[in-house]
């Protein structure tokens, strides 16, 4: 073959031709995170578990409260003992396509009668609301204290950064506890006026979820702020900060024109791979019945309910176990999916 058909055979090679279009880093990006099948199997889950929260009301059969006292600590796939109006009343399959699932336990009864399939699906809003709240709360209050910190230097950023070192060095856990102690104190000593008066209202609205979103989210945005901070320190000193200052910019126009939007990226990859630490929190706490308020349906207190009939009821702890199990391991595969994407060092890596 000529040296001229060799070229025109090259020039004319799909992959040339997509590599000469050129494409930007975000979609390279993207591409890189779709190669990945363990992350993109991670990301299908998670949507799978925001439709189930969302739509809970449709893919249970009764309410997470709903009680059947003819049956406790029912089998999976056991019959569901009701009255013919009981199952009009209550049952959200009724008089549809899925009215099988009236008269069945798809995944067994807790002991209290509840139906532990409606409870699983409704435990999923308290763990998506832990994960959402808690990472937003990190961001915000991590973002900005780290690029305040980092931006100023000097004495105010040794003073900010000795506060943060100083509540890095407390343990977490043993607060976060004491702080939920405290709340529930409250709570229940009956306070109804003043700020903690409509604190304790909203968190009774909220099923107990409020005084969770203050503890997990008191002391966890530190290591936000140092990540945060290391971040500015470096881009503050690039050219384009320095061009931005040369032609008058000020302080503000900087760091929300130049700094955040270049340290937000890596941020975000971070603080996706800290959500499965906050859904666990959460389960830690509702399993030591510091979490939300019964009746209200989390993976933690399930499992604290049915681990002391492990041998008998097997099936009380499995279920909540195995979707929180792997709802943690799909939100970690998928920041690992975000990091190896967004990292060029990693790219191209076999995976």
């Known amino acids: 073959m000529t040296p001229e058909k060799q070229l025109e055979q090259l020039v004319n090679n799909d992959n040339v031709k997509e590599y000469g279009k050129g494409r930007s880093p ?33 893919l249970s059969p009764y309410e997470f409260a709903q009680q059947n006292t003819f049956n406790n600590r029912a089998k999976p796939l056991t019959g569901y003992d009701i009255t013919t109006d009981y199952a009009e009343e209550n049952c959200h399959w009724y008089n549809t ?60 950023d040794n003073m900010m950064m000795r506060v943060v070192d100083f509540l890095w060095a407390v343990p977490q ?7 939920t102690v405290y709340f529930k104190a409250l709570a229940r000593r009956g306070v109804t006026t003043g700020l903690m008066g409509t604190v304790i209202f909203l968190n009774k609205s909220t099923g107990g979820l409020l005084f969770v979103f203050v503890a997990v989210g008191a002391l966890n945005w530190l290591g936000m702020a140092r990540q945060a901070r290391g971040q500015v320190l470096s881009f503050k000193e690039k050219e384009f900060v320095e061009a931005a200052r040369a032609i008058g910019a000020k302080d503000g126009h900087i760091i929300t024109k130049h700094l955040i939007p270049n340290v937000i990226g890596p941020l975000l990859i971070i603080e996706s791979m800290a959500i499965p630490g906050y859904i666990f ?21 399930m499992i604290n309910d049915g681990y002391a009939t ?42």
């Open 26 to 58: 975000a979609q390279d990006a993207l591409r890189e995170f779709r190669r990945n099948k363990i992350a993109v199997a991670g990301v299908i889950f998670i949507v799978i578990v925001i439709l189930a929260a969302t739509f809970a009301p449709l």
């Open 97 to 156: 396509p899925l009215e099988w699932g009236c008269t069945l336990f798809i995944a067994g009864s807790d002991t209290l009668g509840r139906d532990l399939w409606s409870r699983m699906i409704y435990g999923t809003r308290v763990s998506l609301a832990i994960a959402l709240v808690a990472s937003s709360v990190s961001i915000v209050i991590g973002l900005t204290y780290g690029t305040i910190s980092g931006f100023a230097g000097g004495r105010v």
């Open 173 to 179: 856990l043993p607060i976060i506890v004491m702080m």
């Open 281 to 301: 929190l959460e389960a830690i706490l509702s399993f030591i019945g510091l979490g939300v308020d019964p009746p209200t349906p989390s993976w933690g207190a």
């Open 310 to 351: 492990l041998r008998s009821n097997p099936h009380l702890v499995l279920f909540p176990g195995v979707a929180l199990t792997t709802l943690t391991l799909a939100f970690n595969f998928m920041g690992d999916g975000l990091r190896d994407a967004f990292d060029a060092r990693l790219r191209g890596r076999k995976l």
